[in-house]
């Protein structure tokens, strides 16, 4: 009994990193959904790092924030109810547009 009571504590203390990453990268999500709908373009690319190259939908790569801002602007001609999908790709965590 007391192997098992282990074993649950060290799977919990094995994914609570995971899960308050989770919320960390769901509370930035929708500070971009809150951006966008506001057509605060500027305010979504400070969401990125200075040097992010993003990959949106239908259009061909872009990097740095300002060009990340002017892609969103246009996009948003397109997207009127964007929703916002976090998963891993390869190790590193990828946001899917849909809208």
Known sequence: M???A???ALVAVLIAPAFAQK???E???AKWI???NKGDFGGVASL???DATA??????MVKGRAAIE???KRMAEQVSDPKLTTGAREGAEVVALRG
């Open 34 to 36: 809150d951006f966008f």
């Open 23 to 25: 919320a960390e990268i």
């Open 48 to 50: 990125y790092a200075e």
């Open 6 to 8: 282990l074993a649950i």
């Open 55 to 60: 990959f949106p939908p239908g259009s061909g």
């Open 27 to 29: 509370a930035v999500n």
């Open 2 to 4: 007391r192997r098992i």
């Open 70 to 72: 002017a892609l969103w």
